[in-house]
């Protein structure tokens, strides 16, 4: 029996990006929200907490919780969301590579800048996708995501850049291969931009080559928590290329390998 839809599957292939309404069930949302919970008290060690431009808010981020927090690990292991990512992709298994965890409280001012996820990444193939959950209900004035759609399918690689200032946050290695990524925020009118707005429990799925970004949270009053879990499929190995987050390479993989390890488990298969 199929989990989602063939129109959002569809979607999905056309524009790179699609929602999935109200996949994420009660159950799931009360374990992530008590796990985000006692990240943002107790933040496993890969937090990356950004300055808050405006002086106001709180910009809290981490990645790899799975490794250390098992209600993390539980969700991204057993929620529909490995089985929804295999059909998604059509690939007979599926891998985690990593989750990753974005706070905007109230008054955080600062934008998340127009990117495209994969050549942050230390792999390559086609078969790759980010699920984006939301905990709060999530619109324009408080950070939903907004994405360029076809962009996917443009074959171009941007530079890595960082999101904001930070403790331990360092400036991108520059690989020749990318190129810079446009000004998109000051010359809108010139791109085809796309949102919308989420429940909990809605997700935004998109491909790690997507063009996305979001504004800052400016509201008095609402949080906007989104936890992302990315998956990749059957044609994705190793990239050991210059340029990726230090924090997303494995020393155990050469160029090449394919992803299946403790660190890139397999979640599902056929």
Same mark, same amino acid.
């Given at each position: ?29 009360? $374990? ?20 808050? @431009?405006?002086?106001?808010? !709180? ?21 529909? =969301? ?6 998604? =992709? ?12 974005? $706070?905007? @409280? ?81 010359? !809108? @009118? ?31 009053? $609402? ?6 879990? !990315? ?17 997303? !390479? ?21």
């Amino acid at each position: 029996m199929s989990l989602i839809n063939r129109e959002v599957i569809q979607q999905y292939n056309d524009d790179g990006v699609a929602v999935i309404r109200g996949c994420i069930s009660d159950h799931w949302l009360g $374990v992530l929200n008590e796990a985000i919970e006692h990240d943002i008290r107790d933040p496993g060690p890969f937090v990356h907490a950004y300055q808050s @431009e405006s002086g106001k808010g !709180r910009f809290h981020g981490n990645l790899r919780l799975w490794e250390t927090e098992m209600r993390f690990q539980d969700f991204c292991f057993n929620s529909p =969301l490995p089985e929804m990512a295999a059909e998604i =992709l059509a690939s007979e298994k599926i891998n985690l590579l990593y989750d990753q965890l974005f $706070v905007k @409280e109230p008054e955080t001012s600062n934008r998340t800048r127009w990117h495209n996820d994969q050549p942050y990444w230390a792999m390559r193939g086609w078969q790759v996708l980010s699920f984006w959950i939301a905990l709060d209900p999530v619109d324009k004035r408080n950070g939903a995501l907004e994405f360029i759609p076809g962009s996917h399918r443009w074959g171009r690689w941007f530079q890595p850049e960082i999101f904001g200032k930070g403790p331990g946050i360092e400036q991108y290695e520059r690989n020749p291969d990318y190129e810079p990524v446009p000004d998109i925020e000051s010359a !809108r @009118e010139h791109y085809e931009i796309v949102s919308w707005d989420l429940s909990p429990g809605d997700v935004y799925v998109f491909h790690a080559l997507t063009v996305h970004g979001a504004g800052g949270n400016c509201s008095g009053d $609402v949080r906007r928590r989104g936890y992302a879990v !990315r998956y990749t499929g059957d044609d994705v190995v190793y990239d050991a290329r210059p340029g990726t987050n230090k924090g997303l !390479r494995s020393d155990d993989h050469a160029d090449g390998d394919p992803l299946d390890s403790p660190r890139y488990p397999v979640v599902w298969t056929s």
